[in-house]
């Protein structure tokens, strides 16, 4: 079992600035990604960012050159950079991690939701 717990997220001015974390424990043996993805009111669940072990990186079109993905292995924590937020960045953001238990099973999961909410 392995839990994501999301922190960071909250009420922001737009043009604003917020940093979403979230850390990965339990039974993990490796992680080859994490990621963050987000769910606005009626819509559906969309991918933000997502980083590998390796440091490879891919945004959505919508985010780049305004958010950073970054990701502390040691410490098994992913972090957002969000700058310049506009009010269509509103929605819950969820982190998501994939990889291998201590005991070789796959994993994929998800974090319990953080909310960033964007006002004009």
């Known amino acids: 079992q392995v839990q994501l717990v999301e922190s960071g997220g909250g009420l922001v001015q737009a043009g604003g600035s917020l940093r979403l974390s979230c850390a990965a424990s339990?039974?993990?043996?490796?992680?080859?990604?994490m990621g963050w993805y987000r769910q606005a009111p009626g819509k559906q669940r969309e991918l933000v960012a997502r980083?590998?072990?390796?440091?490879?990186?891919n945004y959505a079109d919508s985010v780049k050159s305004r958010f950073t993905i970054s990701r502390d292995n040691a410490k098994n924590t992913v972090y957002l950079q969000m700058n310049s937020l506009k009010p269509e960045d509103t929605a819950v953001y969820y982190c998501?991690?994939?990889?291998?238990?201590?005991?070789?099973?796959?994993?994929?999961?998800w974090g319990q939701g953080t909310q960033v909410t964007v006002s004009s």
């Open positions: 998501n991690a994939d990889g291998r238990t201590a005991w070789g099973s796959v994993y994929n999961d």
């Open positions: 339990g039974s993990i043996f490796s992680i080859n990604a």
């Open positions: 980083i590998t072990t390796g440091g490879g990186t």
